[in-house]
């Protein structure tokens, strides 16, 4: 038995809990410690603003317009004097279009220079040659660029047109800047699920390192998670992909669920929400997790009086979180220490039960749980909608490739080749 | 792997610890390595380090031994082999 317990290199925690390897510890195993919660989170997720010049048809946080009630620069610096306080090591940043806002870059550079570190997501639109030299040439900034396509007809139908090529020319700046290793973000879908040899040849092309996250029925997720999500056989298709590729390849721990097809995937296995992760979304509400943005995960806010701190350690609900869990349905499961029922998220806006299999159960028992759903009570809604109400405009904020001057919602439905 | 307790150690500049129930957080900003300290002598241990001549000292000055300093001794090693802890030279 081992003292320590580690990442692979590049702890990556955006969705779940961190990549580590979990064997015993001298208190118990590292998972049962994370799982009654920590003093301060691993990491966060800090989605900065609601407004994007995108409308990705499966965006978790329903993203398009800024809200009015978005944190001030000097709130959002007040927050990361309490991360840094806390010993929050980084953060996850995202959107929206986190770049977008005009005090972006200041916030970074406040962040990194109060030993925070930034992680932030992009749809690349803001990344020219300088900023790529910047980042570059800035300690504690990782970028991350979104791509959900690896050619540009899979990834436009879901981000809509011009998004592949303004995704690839950011990663050929990045990489002309010598930037070390920015990471190719991919959310797996049906469409995309087959290209995951063509991510990795796009990543290593770039010196950037892939990282593949679950599709969620979270924001306007839900609205193509039944279309979208990857089907059964794809969903071994990528377990097996996964485990071929070892811990080069970034998962942010969210293919947990499928460790009962047999072997664990690297990464701690465990739902991290509001025990080692949450999320701070524009306005300064704090959610369990990022795929959670409902009233019902909702903790507080920062602008509460006891500040973030306050919200981690005294909410009622993040306790709730910590307190042992039985297994529910699950819980006579032979997989059922691996999987631990699945995603909460995943379960909550599918409609199904909380205490039950997740809907991409690996033995099946989500599909058929699903099929048995009540078709008249729809499932839970997000509390917040910011999608624009009609498609993105050329203007101040869109990029100028005209990425989204069409509504991508159709362009997604109505597939190649037929024109409205 | 094997670990030379009778050297000098220090942390590296890099790596931030955050103490926890459980023994400690270790993150270096540097190679975005993110370590999970396994136990409090563990912590105090790697916290010692720089204020001895060796790494033996050190833990003799937490009060580490038997067996409780073989186990730190493997984690000191995987430290080391990951740069979160450096080798000083001899004072």
Not at chain 1, 188 to 213: M, P, S, W, Y
Request: aromatic content about 8%; proline content about 6%.
């Amino acid at each position: 038995m081992s003292a320590l317990a580690s990442t692979g290199g590049g702890a990556d925690a955006a969705g779940a809990a961190p990549a580590a390897a979990a064997d015993a510890a001298p208190g118990g195993r590292l998972v049962d410690q994370f799982e009654r919660g920590l003093d301060a989170p691993i990491c966060l997720t800090w989605e900065l603003t609601y407004a994007c010049n995108l409308a990705c048809v499966h965006c978790l946080s329903s993203s398009g317009r800024r809200d009015p009630r978005e944190l001030s620069t000097a709130e959002c610096k007040a927050v990361i004097d309490e991360l840094e306080r806390m010993q929050v090591f980084y953060v996850n940043v995202g959107g929206g279009e986190p770049t977008v806002r005009r005090d972006f870059w200041e916030l970074v550079d406040y962040a990194v220079a109060h030993r925070v570190g930034v992680k932030f997501s992009t749809n690349g639109s803001r990344i020219d040659d300088e900023r790529a030299r910047w980042i570059a040439a800035s300690d504690y900034v990782d970028v991350q660029i979104s791509l959900d396509g690896a050619t540009a007809e899979v990834n436009d139908r879901v981000r809509g047109p011009g998004s592949y090529a303004t995704a690839m020319r950011a990663l050929g700046r990045l990489a002309a800047a010598g930037a070390s290793a920015p990471k190719l973000s991919v959310v797996v879908t049906r469409e995309n699920v087959g290209q995951l040899d063509g991510f990795k040849a796009i990543a290593d092309a770039h010196g950037a390192q892939l990282r593949l996250t679950r599709l969620r029925p979270s924001g306007r997720g839900a609205d193509v998670w039944d279309e979208l999500h990857p089907t059964a056989a794809q969903q071994r298709q990528l377990y097996e992909w996964l485990l071929a590729h070892g811990e080069q390849v970034l998962t942010g721990d969210s293919f947990f669920h499928l460790a009962a097809y047999g072997r664990s995937l690297p990464g701690l296995n465990l739902c991290g929400a509001g025990r080692v992760v949450c999320l701070i979304d524009p306005v300064g509400d704090v959610y369990a997790c990022p795929f959670a943005i409902h009233d019902q995960f909702l903790a507080g806010n920062v602008r509460d009086r006891g500040g973030f701190a306050g919200v981690w350690r005294e909410s009622e609900l993040f306790a709730r979180l910590r307190a042992p869990q039985g297994g529910g349905a699950c819980g006579s499961c032979g997989f059922y220490d691996s999987c631990r029922g699945g995603c909460m998220a995943a379960k909550f806006f599918t409609g199904l039960p909380l205490d039950g299999p997740d809907p991409e159960c690996a033995l099946g028992h989500g599909e058929t749980l699903l099929a048995r759903r009540d078709r008249s009570t729809p499932p839970p809604r997000p509390s917040a909608d910011h999608s624009r109400r009609r498609p993105a405009r050329r203007g101040p904020a869109a990029p100028p490739e005209r990425a989204c001057d069409e509504d991508p919602i159709a362009a997604f439905l109505r597939r190649e080749g037929v024109r409205r | 792997m094997t670990f030379d307790l009778d050297r000098r150690w220090r942390l590296s500049e890099q790596v931030a610890l955050r103490p926890e129930p459980f023994g400690a957080l270790a993150y270096d900003f540097g190679t975005r390595r993110l370590s999970f300290l396994k136990s409090r002598a563990l912590l105090a241990l790697v916290e010692a380090l720089g204020a001895h001549p060796s790494a033996r000292e050190a833990a003799r000055a937490v009060g580490v031994a038997g067996g409780e300093l073989d186990r730190c001794r493997q984690a000191l090693a995987v430290l080391a082999a990951t740069g979160m802890i450096r080798a000083q030279a001899a004072p």
